[in-house]
Structures are given as C-alpha cells and as structure tokens.
C-alpha cells in the first residue's frame, strides 16, 4: 500500500471506527511485522487528535509455541496487563497481518478450548463495556502474503479486494459508509419489530426467537471492511436444521460441509465430511459452546467469495451466518462461551429469510 492510501485507511480506522478525542487511552494491537507502516500511521494519527496511544505487537508463531509447550499451570495463568488494559483503555485498534494463517492448524484442541475458556472473561469484559459505550474497538487487516494465498490471490491482488471491500477506492469512504449505515438501520428497524426469524435454504430449515433482542447494523465500526446486520437470538430458541456450503474456518483449520440440528438452542446433531474432528473438539469446548450467540445477514457486495479470512468472509453480499458460543451484550445475549465461531451460508440459491413468517429476503437479496 503507497502512503496517501494508508494515510485514507488510517484516517477512517482513527476518525470514524472509533473516533478518537483529545485525551483518549489508546491500545494498538499489531499482529504481525507486516503491520507497521498502517500501524505507524493510525500512530501518528492519534497523537494529531491529543490522545495517548501505545503499541503492543506479537508474532504468529507465539500462540503456536505457547499452546505447544505450556503446562496446565501455564494455561491458566492470566496477564493482569491484559485484564487493566481491558478495563480502563478508551479505544482498542486490533491490526492483523499474519505471515502464517495455519500455524494453529494441527495445536492441540484441548489445550486451546482451556486457555479460550481461561481467557474468555476479559474479551466479555471487552463487549460489555463496549456495550455500555464505555470503550470504542475497530478490528482490521493490513494485507499479507499469507492472506493472499488463503485466498488464492496474488498480493497485489489481494490488496486491490481489500481496498476495494473498505470503499477506500472512493475519494471520501467515510461519507460512503455513513449511507451504507442509514440503509442498514433501516432494515434493522424491521427486523426489530419481529420476534421470529426463520431461515431457509439448501437442507436447511431453522427458526430462532428474537424477541426483546436488538438487530444491530454494522457499517465499519467494530470491524473494517464491515457490512452484516446481526443479533444474539433467545439462547433456547433455536430448533431445526442448517448446512453449511461454505468452508467454515477458524483459528487455521477448516471444516466442510457443516450440518448442525438445533433443539431448543442447542446443537444435537453434527457433522462436518472434512474437518470433523476438529468440528466436535469446538462443540465441546465449553458449557456454551453448541449454543447459537449470533445470528447474521452479511450486506457487502463487494465481498462475493470465501478467502478463508472471517473478517471479511462473515460480510458476503447474499450470505448469513450463525456464530456458536459467545453472544453479544449490547443485541441481548447472554450466552458465555470461550468460543465464537462464525459459520457461514450462501443463500443467493433460492435462500430465504422470513420475519415472523413473512418473507423479507430472498436469493440473497432484501425484498422489502
């Protein structure tokens, strides 16, 4: 990326994503070397608007070595840096840059369901005090050669589909996503009015409640590239069944062919025809974890095919997703879970989305 582009890229991330003010304590998450002339330039920014940012940074292969080689004693043990900054910073900017996407792919499941569980009350301190508009947090890429070939890309290529999936193609891409928000706020007001939402699509056929549950439209605040409009449904609401087209991935292993049947929220059936195994370890990874925390309708057009990165694979132009495990405070949830892993579902086949039995959305597109 040339300078005047990662000046756009920073400028939205610090003046729109989480708006940062004279004063603010600010936390920049760099994952990967890679990361550093954006993370250099979100840097600078803050400090231009008054306020105190630092850095932290990490490499790929730590969690690697980590889940690798640590005790029992180990996995447990919690940084209490991490749990003050958790609790007193004003904006978290997270900036990933990975070198290496499958380096989790063969850690040993057990031991990641553990320290997931372990470190699961500070990302819920993270969302409730997002929730209660304590803390602003934005997540976003920097382009990689790792992520490139996830997505059978070549870099430069790979960095037009970012650019592109941001809008910061446009002169002003802030002004763009201002009326993507105004036309998602207006579908989330219909969809706050009904208290039944039932997908439907290529075997499958699931309902879910939500009633007194909050439809939030995502338009680049929390994540960027954004684009989906989501909930966290009544925990034991979910009954009936959903297959999964898509890849689902996570933490670099990746299960196909996803069938999951619901009974009164929670998942009694499953099955992946590759990846079972790893399928199975995440559904029993806590007490919460074969509960429905999400469900989601990805709006970004630009964003049309799986690249193995959920950041922008969840925002797919005619796609929803469920996430099984953690729910989210601020629509309502109230579902815990050291897992959040969104699955995702073409439906621009003859899917359909009806809101207390009205049909709304149809071969991936809104009807009304």
């Known amino acids: 990326m040339y300078n005047p582009l990662l000046n756009k890229y920073a400028n939205v991330l610090v003046n729109y994503s989480t708006t940062v003010k004279k004063g603010d304590f600010v936390i920049i998450y760099a994952r990967g070397y890679e990361s550093q002339p954006l993370v250099k330039e979100i840097y600078k920014l803050c400090l231009l608007n008054g306020a105190n940012p630092i850095v932290r940074t990490t490499m790929d292969e730590l969690a690697e070595t980590f889940i690798k080689y640590a005790t029992d004693e180990q996995l447990e043990f919690v940084d209490e840096t991490a749990k003050m900054e958790t609790e007193i910073a004003d904006v978290m900017i997270f900036i990933g840059a990975p070198s290496n996407i499958k380096n989790m792919a063969n850690a040993d499941t057990s031991k990641m369901a553990k320290r997931s569980k372990i470190m699961n009350p500070i990302l819920a301190k993270r969302l409730e005090r997002s929730a209660k508009g304590e803390m602003r947090w ?3 890429d920097y382009p990689t050669n790792a992520l490139a070939q996830e997505a059978n890309m070549s870099l430069e290529e790979y960095s037009e589909f970012l650019i592109n999936s941001c809008y910061l193609d446009l002169e002003n ?5 201002i009326e993507i928000d105004n036309e998602q706020k207006r579908i989330a007001d219909i969809l706050n009015k009904a208290s039944k939402i039932r997908f439907v699509g290529d075997k499958t056929d699931i309902t ?17 590239p954004d684009g989906e409009i989501f909930t966290s449904p009544v925990e034991d609401s ?3 069944k959903i297959y999964f087209d898509f890849p689902q ?23 992946a025809q590759i990846g079972n195994e790893f399928l199975q ?11 429905v925390g999400e469900i989601a309708i990805g709006t970004n057009n630009r964003i049309q095919n799986v690249t193995g990165n959920i950041l922008f694979d969840e925002k797919i132009g005619g796609s929803i997703h469920i996430a099984l495990g953690a729910s989210y405070p601020e629509a309502g949830g109230k579902n815990n879970s050291g897992l959040h892993w969104d699955m995702i579902k073409n439906m621009k086949n003859g899917g359909q989305i009806y809101a207390d039995d009205k049909l709304i959305y149809e071969n991936g597109k809104f009807i009304i």
């Open 249 to 271: 991935n996570y933490h670099g292993s990746t299960s196909k062919e996803v069938y999951l049947t619901f009974e009164n929220g929670k998942v009694v059936e499953s099955n």
């Open 208 to 224: 879910f409640s939500t009633e007194n549950r909050i439809w939030i439209p995502c338009s680049g605040n929390m994540n960027f």
């Open 173 to 177: 891409p802030v002004q763009k996503w």
């Open 281 to 291: 370890s995440m559904l029993n990874m806590d007490d919460g974890s074969k509960f």
């Open 238 to 240: 979910a009954n009936g």
């Open 138 to 140: 934005v997540i976003a």
